[in-house]
């Protein structure tokens, strides 16, 4: 089958999302001035306003740091409060070293500060926590956008991540809904005929980037629509984590 | 600046490429037949028929495998030539465990058999090595295009790639021209006026993870256009490789 192109929609016009607002609601209006149809793509948000629309928000001034926290956050030259919910979230530290902080999340996501941003407005400083459940957020939002009559579609949650070995950071699925978070290609044939063995195609990792091309931070862009993408199968995102007894870098 | 959408071209109708063809000639050919102009745009080209047309292909059956590969074949069930080459294309083992070779590279990157690929159409096996210098084989394609009248455009090489802690394999780019590897967004404000202080985003990274969804072995589509990503800077991929003295997982 012929590959067709494939079109990324920017959703404009998102306000700033609080606690407990209707995000499908949002998502709709925004796709509606955006020229996105929501109907045979997948539409990718990003994990910062669905924790906030969730209340995963946590106001700095509430928090009580300990006395590891204050210690840990000396030597990193951190806030205290910061580093105190950083470790609440943190299932297992992986590294911690150079002033970075690489841990395993309650998830199984290995991520830097266990996936909590600051958000340092003057007078307001908070943190933002990944969802609780980021898959059963990515399916509460595509069952709203279905019973509102939009789909097919996926929906992903994103979130932006470093790695090792290169530097800069790139968005990964963190929560994915009605659509299989790999594209499998083994069994299939190559060009020559050689059966594929290995290619196991994180695809909803490749979504994620692509749509990362314009999620600036500071374009105001937390939601992008991706048309042109077949969407097939469905599957949680624990298909993507590396089960740690297999992983060679944790 | 409002982000508008951006469009993903498959280019087809790219012949198998043997070594020594002029493999610009044959990118600009496609384009023409795929509707993408090469112009205001980036152009990722897969590592396979980069390599392939600079003749960085060696056959299994002139390769005389040494004692201690024919061991590591044995131990990991691989053919013993393969893992000669593997051997030789590898400056650094990371990890070798589970029948996973984990190499870095002369160019310093960090992946699975040390880019090496197998092709095994029958009666001819052979591996597939990375280019000597992907930075030069993306120069030299666009020096060639720009020298038939395209462009502006960026180029990158890409190739698949596993990476810790997740499944699935994801497209990163390997060799950079015309364009900035990292998208440095430390300095300017967020949406709330805060100084953004670690946003770099690994931009060719993303943009050869959006070429990937495009680029399915069987689909025979070895490169991709992408319009309506702003192409500035340039530089090229070692930027993107971390100093292993502050890579805490090497």
């Not at 105190?84 to 911690?96: G, L, N, Q, W, Y």
Request: aromatic fraction near 4%; charged fraction near 25%; charge should be negative.
């Amino acid at each position: 089958m012929k590959a067709a192109p494939i079109r990324l929609v920017p959703l404009h016009g998102i306000p700033a999302v609080r606690a407990g607002d209707d995000l499908a609601a949002l998502l709709r209006a925004a796709a509606r001035g955006s020229d996105a149809r929501l109907s045979d793509g997948v539409l990718v948000v990003c994990q910062k306003v669905v924790s906030k629309a969730e209340g995963r928000i946590v106001r700095l001034a509430d928090v009580e740091p300990s006395a590891e926290a204050r210690r840990i956050a000396a030597e990193d030259g951190k806030d205290p409060r910061h580093v105190e919910i950083v470790m609440r979230e943190t299932a297992r530290v992986v590294r911690h070293a150079h002033g970075v902080w690489i841990a395993e999340t309650r998830h199984g996501f290995v991520c830097a500060n266990a996936g909590v941003d600051l958000s340092n407005a003057p007078g307001e400083g908070y943190a933002v926590l990944l969802p609780e459940d980021p898959d059963a957020s990515a399916r509460r939002l595509r069952d709203a956008l279905l019973a509102a009559g939009d789909g097919p579609l996926g929906v992903l949650v994103s979130d932006t991540f470093g790695r090792p070995w290169r530097e800069g950071l790139v968005d990964v699925a963190i929560g994915c809904a009605g659509i299989a978070p790999l594209s499998d290609w083994r069994g299939r044939s190559d060009l020559v005929g050689r059966t594929l063995e290995v290619t196991n195609m994180a695809l909803v990792d490749q979504l994620a980037a692509a749509a990362g091309l314009l999620m600036g931070k500071d374009a105001g862009v937390p939601a992008v629509w991706i048309e042109g993408v077949a969407v097939e199968g469905d599957g949680d995102i624990h298909a993507l984590l590396r089960d740690p007894r297999q992983d060679l870098f944790r």
